[in-house]
């Protein structure tokens, strides 16, 4: 197996290169003046099972470069290539809620199933699809963050009294903390807009006895997180921490939420960023091994 990153991926490379047991090669993304991109991978990949490592913040952004990178990958002789996508972007919109929408979700994954043999990621951001299997032509397994986070909050928090911001955090919340140990309630959203957001009080009494940690999956304009630490204060709780599996942070959303009263912001690390403290490596190769890609082995 040879691992190859793209480039802002090298702090988590490493480590996940120990753990799947693979060889580590570099790959060069060329940017043109006119916005191109020129991809150029490591020579002698001739037999070899090859596995790209990018992360889709910028889904648009890594898109075209993955299917060169991918496509390339073949013409210089490999025999499988997969993508290890610790975010996977584009699965929020699984529906045509109006005329004449794209169903995001269901076209991002046929685009990557014509590029790679399979998909490894970390719980994607799903709402009406209940497994990967069911948008992807390839094999793709979602490596599970709820142990690494349930261990952080113990270690770090053992008073911590988990909220979930709304009920697609349901799944999340409820199992960290029943792993950690932990109470936890989950708050009701009202979505009027990409940056418009209203938030239940929450009820829970024993949030005044303990820490307040908010869990979501992705914190990206940052809105769901500032309303509920408004609420939060407003209920006379403690500053909160705010644990989050994906940092994509658009603009401002970082320091928005820490005005907002947020004691910290503890993220993992399948988005590059400073709050990252939780890493995914392991979970990421354990996630690939269940796949059976080694040598003299199959996929189907």
């Avoid at 970390?122 to 990967?132: K, M, Q, W, Y």
């Avoid at 029943?178 to 009202?190: F, I, S």
Wanted: hydrophobic fraction near 45%; charged fraction near 20%.
């Amino acid at each position: 197996m040879i691992l190859i990153p793209f480039p802002e991926m090298k702090l988590l490379t490493e480590t996940l290169a120990l753990a799947m047991g693979a060889e580590l090669r570099t790959l060069d993304w060329h940017h043109f003046p006119d916005g191109e991109s020129l991809m150029t991978l490591p020579g002698d990949l001739d037999g070899a099972d090859v596995a790209l490592l990018a992360t889709l913040r910028n889904p648009d952004h890594h898109a075209l470069p993955l299917r060169f990178a991918a496509a390339t990958a073949r013409e210089m002789g490999a025999r499988r290539v997969g993508l290890i996508a610790p975010y996977l972007g584009y699965m929020r919109q699984d529906s045509r809620f109006e005329a004449g929408q794209a169903v995001s979700a269901r076209l991002f994954a046929h685009f990557l199933g014509e590029s790679f043999d399979w998909l490894v990621t970390v719980d994607p951001h799903l709402h009406r699809i209940a497994r990967l299997e069911e948008v992807f032509p390839i094999p793709a397994v979602r490596a599970v963050s709820a142990p690494l986070l349930a261990n952080w909050i113990k270690t770090n928090l053992p008073d911590a009294v988990l909220l979930g911001p709304d009920s697609e955090s349901q799944q999340w919340v409820a199992e960290v903390a029943r792993l950690a140990g932990r109470p936890y309630e989950v708050l009701r959203k009202v979505r009027t807009g990409d940056r418009q957001v209203e938030v239940s009080v929450p009820e829970s009494a024993v949030l005044r006895d303990g820490t307040p940690v908010i869990l979501d999956d992705i914190a990206s304009s940052g809105r769901t997180l500032v309303r509920t630490i408004e609420r939060l204060v407003a209920a006379g709780s403690r500053a909160p921490v705010c644990l989050v599996i994906h940092a994509v942070f658009a603009g401002s959303a970082h320091d928005d939420i820490l005005a907002a009263g947020a004691a910290r912001i503890i993220t993992t690390d399948t988005i590059p960023h400073p709050s990252n403290a939780i890493g995914i490596a392991d979970v990421l190769a354990e996630a690939f091994g269940s796949l059976g890609v080694r040598a003299g082995t199959s996929i189907d």
